[in-house]
């Protein structure tokens, strides 16, 4: 049996706290192999991934280092074996359980309205204060609506497909998203994790990438000083404040290879504001030719929702709609942009170019966190079952966590949680991820030019985990 890594054995001397990254044994894939590893606990570092070993290893890539320092292997298992060892009931999806969730949050708002607006009545002084409580509860009641409609976007829902986008399309317009546009970019994503060249959310720049837009020499990035925390602060806040809108109207974070759009719907299109590449757009290279009616749809759907939008703001007062709407407006889209980035970005994560990446090793590169109450019961698990909802998205939220139960033991080390400190742990790993992991490049250790070359890892230039690649000109 392999020893555990300690924090002597790898390059990771930087000091990170007590932060503890689980990978044990629980992947997602569709494997009943399990690892003979089901028995032993997992062995705690410090400052790196508890790690469980197995009795025996398959071959597996050479030289490959995480941005902790961590050995990294590449998962083993197959997608069968994923959903074999799920169970059947898992699978079952039922409209009026899922109604009745969409009633309760839909409650919670109206509610959460009543009585703010009652108190700011009877206590004009303290009104900011009642519309500041509302703006924070209903962005994440409403945030749970979203994610409602996201499973309807996956189908997982109900059985019927004209359900679930009918339901899909109310819910998401009533929140300023284009939801077929959303849906088919969202598809392209679960179906290229990780890919460096055609994934659609959170693709790392590359270090050639981050090095022209800094106006770095690529052989000299391993010698250039830190960022400043004030640019990371810097980074997060406006990521956070518009990174959902911005990504909807130039495909910001996502791939920027639109030249191989196979109907040819790319050419001279790039990310970017005028640059073509929209989700609002059925002309965009997001999308193919026969989409087009599904995306006007979707536009549709947000006219409809501005139109009385401009009703509420011409009646009842334009700052009123503005704390009534807008403001929960703005909360819903910090969680998406937060949720979002902590499930694909991780200093344990790896990325892959396209002869290194396959389906199981993409949907493994993703981990679940914990949000404690909000993200369990207010954000429907979307944050602590991620990984399961890579390898199979038809299965709904209330069955997501036997199921990720299920499918650990089959992912074994493969599998990736980060649950220290829960909801405080969940938010200061922003913070964490913002500083570490800033580009993607093969490990130093890696031979170049085989496989092992195509597995890319998160690299800074803040002195924490792994030191940059040194490159030779």
């Not at 703010?116 to 204060?129: E, F, Q, R, T, Y």
């Not at 409403?142 to 339901?167: M, R």
């Amino acid at each position: 049996m392999s020893p555990p890594i300690t924090p002597k054995e790898g390059p990771l001397l930087v000091a990170l706290g007590d932060h503890q990254l689980s990978a044990s044994c629980a992947d997602i894939t569709d494997s009943p192999a399990k690892l003979p590893n089901s028995s032993e606990k997992p062995l705690v570092s410090r400052i790196s991934i508890r790690q469980v070993t197995s009795m025996s290893e398959p071959q597996q890539l050479e030289g490959l280092v995480d941005g902790y320092g961590n050995k990294f292997h590449v998962p083993d298992y197959t997608i069968n074996d994923i959903r074999k060892a799920i169970p059947k009931e898992c699978f079952e999806r039922s409209a009026l359980r899922g109604l009745s969730y969409v009633a309760r949050d839909i409650a919670l708002i109206l509610t959460t309205f009543y009585l703010c607006n009652l108190g700011a009545a009877k206590a004009p002084s303290a009104a900011w204060l009642f519309w500041s409580v509302y703006g924070c509860l209903t962005g994440l009641f409403a945030t749970g609506i979203w994610v409602l409609a996201h499973e309807c976007g996956h189908q997982a829902f109900s059985p019927s497909k004209t359900f679930n986008d009918t339901l899909g399309l109310v819910l998401h317009s009533s929140l300023l998203v284009p939801y077929f546009s959303w849906k088919i970019s969202h598809g392209k994503h679960h179906k290229a994790t990780a890919h460096i060249e055609r994934d659609m959310v959170f693709v790392p720049r590359t270090r050639e990438e981050h090095c022209r837009r800094f106006g770095i020499d690529t052989e000299e990035l391993h010698e250039v000083v830190q960022d400043t925390p004030l640019y990371s602060a810097y980074f997060i806040l406006v990521r956070l404040l518009l990174g959902w809108p911005v990504y909807l109207l130039t495909n910001d974070t996502g791939h920027d290879y639109h030249e191989r759009q196979p109907e040819g719907r790319g050419k001279g299109k790039k990310n970017g504001v005028f640059g073509g590449v929209s989700h609002f757009d059925p002309r965009s290279p997001i999308f193919e030719a026969k989409d087009a009616k599904l995306i006007l749809l979707s536009d549709l759907g947000i006219l409809v929702t501005a139109t009385v939008l401009y009703y509420v703001g011409s009646h009842y007062g334009w700052s009123n709609l503005w704390r009534w709407y807008f403001v929960p407006y703005l909360w819903v889209n910090n969680w998406l942009v937060a949720i979002t980035f902590l499930q694909h970005t991780d200093p344990s994560l790896p990325h892959y170019t396209a002869e290194s990446w396959n389906f199981v090793r993409g949907a493994a590169a993703t981990i679940d966190r914990d949000f404690g109450f909000i993200g369990r019961h207010l954000f429907h698990g979307i944050i602590e079952t991620h990984v399961l909802h890579h390898y199979v998205s038809t299965i709904p939220f209330y069955h997501a966590d036997k199921a990720t139960k299920a499918i650990k033991p089959v992912m074994g080390q493969h599998y990736r949680s980060d649950t220290a400190g829960g909801s405080l742990g969940f938010i200061m790993s922003l913070w964490r991820n913002a500083r570490m992991c800033q580009w993607v490049e093969p490990a130093a250790e890696a031979e170049a030019d085989g496989e092992a070359g195509g597995v890319l890892f998160y690299r800074n230039r803040n002195g924490l985990g792994p030191r940059p690649k040194k490159v030779v000109s």
